[in-house]
């Protein structure tokens, strides 16, 4: 094997999870290799929509001010009733906790030009397109290196190169899901939709967020994606024609409560259907992520219906949180079981995601007996309870369960904190005003409220992480208020800005910290000396 056909890591797919990947993987210095077997960007519109903790990923790779350029912050989700009568409003702020907002609205080949356009401008990655990937081949043990067997469009002749690690970002037909033997869990949901994206400059009836209307006899979806930029989506049988006299006027007939288009419109050049696609919507699980050095992610590992607009974001997760964990085992000897924590921290938010948008689902479709009504009626007496259409929101990034990079004690201390993401507020440093990760780079972060311990320092040190004190960050005291509330007098940041663990407030040290500190680096150790407990400083 030559030196030059060894990469650290082979990406297969260069859409959003994949080129995501191979950017967050360079900025921490990790080379890769991205296959894509096509030449260019998927012209068609697909995902449409992303929350504040993807944007904020979108930060991490640099390409967030041009995606907010591009993106229309949107007010949020209703549930209607067949009449388009509000049963329920789930509400997202501009302004959401990891500093943008809530949900945007995007066009997905817009925002893969913006990672190929990042990708370009990084000399540790390289995208080959017009390749197709024929073969993953590991070692039984499932060791290092694996090799990667493709063919350049027009040629028979295979060409091989060797990775420490294969990403499988190769959609839900993926062969790198065959390659390790996973197999798909069936979570029960199973409909087909024709989604049609319009443009038009004629006056549409929108409240600026999505719509789903319950209706079992003819579910639906809309939303405004740009200016002139709209989507629905149907549940249509594949054998019902939308193109022709009579299917145009079946389309008009569908987008009436939106939009007036005369008869025999539809194909006018004030109502242009750039599209429209029959997607078989699907919700499953593979039941393995993982085969040694090799991955799945994205729609490789998990498919959901898009009733809550998940269906990206959770790809952008899978990358997130993967490519830290690898980049510190390639670069920086971690132990091999930090990779892992992926799968077991992944899967479950993933499972949760899809359970989610199959209840949505549900609600909308399912089925025309009294039990369906009666299930709609439930679901809009429900989310008129004060509190629980927040927490649903809430609930689409749930804290992550406890293991060995989320530390949980029995009791209420830290439980509030350790397994969810950092608040991202604007701060001051040097009279600048920034983005808290701006300001935290890509390593581990200490925040702390109170001066350093001389234990809270050797972790830093061992972990090679930032540390800064909330009030020197001079922000509006979010961060402080935070901690506050987590009755913690310092919290540890993963890179994916995951709080590993807290610092009880007055103790001055993390508990019970080397089942972590021996699988991040166990190349170096952090004391065990505890200081004198410190005042109760920050406790409410």
């Known amino acids: ?284 699980l593979a039941d393995r992520w993982r085969k040694g050095r090799v991955f799945l992610l994205g729609d490789a590992a998990h498919l959901t219906p898009p009733f809550i607009g998940q269906g990206l974001c959770a790809g952008l997760r899978d990358a997130r949180n993967l490519t830290w964990k690898l980049a510190r085992v390639l670069r920086q000897g971690a132990g091999e079981g930090l990779l892992d924590t992926y799968e077991r921290e992944r899967k479950p938010h993933a499972r949760h995601v899809i359970r989610l948008a199959v209840a949505v689902g549900w609600a909308m479709t399912g089925g025309q007996d009294r039990g369906a009504a009666l299930r709609r009626a439930v679901v809009g007496a429900a989310c008129r309870l004060p509190g629980v259409t927040a927490a649903v929101s809430r609930d689409l990034s749930p804290a992550l369960r406890a293991g060995p990079l989320v530390r949980r004690r029995p009791g209420f201390v830290g439980r509030g904190l350790t397994g969810t993401i950092c608040p991202q507020p604007w701060v001051i440093v040097d009279g600048k005003r920034m983005r808290l990760d701006d300001v935290l780079g890509d390593s581990f972060a200490l925040l702390t409220a109170v001066p350093p311990t001389a234990h809270m320092a050797a972790v830093a040190t061992a972990l090679d992480a930032a540390t800064l004190h909330v009030d020197d960050l001079d922000d509006d005291g979010t961060l402080a208020a935070w901690l506050a509330r987590g009755r913690a007098d310092a919290a540890l940041l993963r890179p994916d800005r995951v709080v590993m663990d807290t610092v009880p407030a007055g103790t001055g040290h993390f508990p019970d910290h080397t089942a972590w500190a021996a699988l991040l680096h166990p190349a170096r150790t952090v004391t065990d000396a505890r200081p004198d407990p410190l005042p109760r400083s920050t406790a409410p």
């Not at 950017?23 to 290799?33: I, N, Y």
């Not at 499932?142 to 690690?165: I, Y």
């Not at 200016?227 to 569908?254: I, M, S």
């Not at 419109?265 to 004030?270: K, L, M, P, S």
């Open 1 to 284: 094997m030559s030196a030059a056909s060894r990469i650290p890591v082979v990406i297969i797919g260069a859409g959003p999870v994949g080129v995501t990947a191979a950017l967050l993987l360079a900025r921490h210095g990790v080379t890769s290799l991205v296959l894509e077997r096509h030449q260019d960007v998927y012209p068609l519109p697909r995902a449409v929509v992303v929350d504040d903790e993807v944007r904020r990923i979108l930060q991490s790779v640099g390409v967030h001010e041009e995606f907010a350029a591009l993106a229309r912050p949107a007010r949020g989700l209703r549930l209607l009733d067949a009449r388009h009568r509000v049963i329920a409003e789930f509400a997202r702020s501009r302004h959401g906790r990891h500093g943008f907002p809530q949900t945007s609205m995007f066009d997905q080949p817009d925002l893969e030009r913006l990672l190929r356009d990042a990708l370009a401008r990084r000399p540790e990655c390289e995208l080959r397109g017009a390749v197709e990937v024929v073969s993953v081949t590991h070692s039984t043990d499932g060791t290092a290196p694996v090799r990667v067997s493709f063919r350049r469009e027009g040629s028979e002749e295979e060409e091989h190169v060797w990775a420490d690690a294969v990403l499988g970002c190769d959609g839900a037909g993926s062969l790198t899901r065959d390659t390790i033997g996973a197999a798909w869990e069936d979570l029960h949901f199973e409909e087909s939709w024709r989604v049609i994206d319009v443009r038009t400059s004629r006056p549409v009836r929108t409240w600026e967020g999505v719509d789903q209307i319950c209706c079992p006899t003819q579910p639906a979806t809309f939303m405004r994606l740009g200016e002139d930029r709209y989507r629905w989506e149907f549940r249509l049988p594949a054998d019902v024609h939308l193109d022709g006299p009579d299917g145009r006027e079946r389309l008009r007939e569908l987008v009436a409560p939106w939009l007036d288009v005369p008869s025999g419109a539809a194909g006018a050049d004030d109502f242009e259907v750039i599209r429209q696609a029959q997607y078989t919507f699907r919700a499953r």
